[in-house]
């Protein structure tokens, strides 16, 4: 039977996914290891399967913050960058900020939000937007500065202002740079909304699992974390696929050739 290459990744991908947890599960009982320390991923399945009515308003919760501070910081991210990228001046002022502000522990501003907003959805949405932040600026000030100056004065002699080169040349330029950043911030943003809840909130996935931690419910704790997989992985897979949507003139041949 003949299979196409990518259907060949598909398939390699889930059989390579599914050993994992198959050898997860024999290393487990064949060692005797406590579902304390490690519970097998059979266990893990039962505490979804049986406590998913419990667990979905949270997921639902930390999708929802996640996902509102994941569009605001792409946004914000998206402006500065332009700015940043668009002027040496801007650049200069800017760019030492964003790099102290991004060195701090965000768990050291949660508090902060939670003494201006209080407790709540609030500081979960603004932590996940203020990590996601970073990448998406430096991608897109880096996508706007790599535009060949040759170029520019080529528009420049056919009468070309600089917002339009910055829309017409500049910006298209950029969305590979951008998908790119995109990919980073949607993780970071899942790790943005779990550290609020679990300091700040008493809704979501980060809430559960502490309590849960808590409790030494270390089979409740995995199934917080399988959920927060799945919900990264399928952020990931709707930027992946608008990537290709949107970007596919910057994808290399093999790549291409791979779909």
């Known amino acids: 039977m003949n299979l196409s290459p990518r259907t060949r990744q598909r398939l390699l991908s889930a059989g390579a996914l599914i050993g994992f947890f198959v050898l997860w599960e024999l290393v487990c009982l064949a060692f005797g290891v406590s579902d304390l320390i ?23 919760q930390t999708l929802y913050t996640t996902f509102a501070g994941f569009v605001l910081g792409v946004l914000a991210g998206i402006v500065i ?28 501003v949660v508090p902060l939000f939670v ?13 996940s937007m203020v990590i996601s ?9 880096t996508g706007l500065a790599s535009t060949e100056p040759e170029l520019e004065d080529v528009l420049r002699v056919l009468g070309a ?10 910006l298209p330029r950029t969305l590979p740079y951008l998908f790119a950043s995109l990919k980073i911030a949607i993780t970071l943003s899942f790790v943005g909304t779990v550290l609020a809840e679990t300091v700040a909130s008493n809704k979501g996935i980060g809430t559960v699992m502490m309590i849960a931690s808590g409790n030494f419910d270390v089979p409740m704790v995995f199934a917080g974390l399988f959920l927060l997989a799945a919900m990264g992985v399928a952020l990931y897979a709707v930027s992946s696929l608008v990537e290709q949507r949107m970007t596919g003139w910057a994808q290399r041949k093999t790549d291409m050739a791979m779909a």
Not at 38 to 52: C, F, N, W, Y
Not at 115 to 127: E, K, R, S, Y
Not at 161 to 170: A, M, Q, S
């Open 81 to 108: 960058g332009v700015v940043i990228g668009s002027s040496k001046l801007a650049y200069d002022v800017t760019y030492p900020l964003l790099v102290g502000f991004s060195s701090i522990p965000k768990v050291a």
């Open 161 to 170: 202002r600089k917002r339009d080169i910055l829309w017409n040349v500049g």
């Open 115 to 127: 003494v201006w907003f209080g407790a709540g959805t609030v500081p979960a949405i603004l932590t």
């Open 133 to 141: 932040i970073f990448p998406v600026v430096v991608n897109v000030a």
């Open 38 to 60: 490690l519970p097998r991923p059979s266990q893990i399945a039962s505490v979804l399967i049986e406590k998913m009515s419990l667990l979905w308003p949270h997921a639902v």
